[in-house]
């Protein structure tokens, strides 16, 4: 069974950095393309980046040049350099795989000003 489990989220002060992981077991994490998610409060849940086999990224207008998603293939982990962070990027963070269809469980980010 496939398991994805987010980490590195915190509490920082506006301008500040975090970097999430998503640590993937239980599946051929190479051969499928990954997502990051947020959930702000009282918001729905936003596609944050997206990286596929390929390499080929994508970005949400709101975090294009602040964040930059990545993926180390022999690890089975992906990746969210946050850089830059505003008070409007707190949230739960996730990550996602399409392919699976499974979420990991959320790491929380709160962007203080």
């Known amino acids: 069974q496939v398991q994805l489990v987010e980490s590195g989220g915190g509490l920082v002060q506006a301008g500040g950095s975090l970097r999430l992981s998503c640590a993937v077991s239980?599946?051929?994490?190479?051969?499928?393309?990954m997502e990051w998610h947020r959930q702000g409060p009282g918001k729905q849940r936003e596609l944050v980046a997206r990286?596929?086999?390929?390499?080929?990224?994508t970005y949400a207008d709101s975090v294009k040049g602040r964040f930059a998603i990545s993926r180390e293939n022999f690890r089975n982990i992906m990746y969210l350099q946050m850089n830059g962070l505003k008070p409007e990027d707190t949230a739960v963070y996730y990550c996602?795989?399409?392919?699976?269809?499974?979420w990991g469980q959320g790491t929380q980010v709160t962007v203080y000003s």
């Open positions: 239980g599946g051929r994490f190479e051969m499928n393309a």
């Open positions: 990286i596929g086999v390929d390499g080929l990224i």
């Open positions: 996602y795989s399409q392919f699976w269809d499974a």
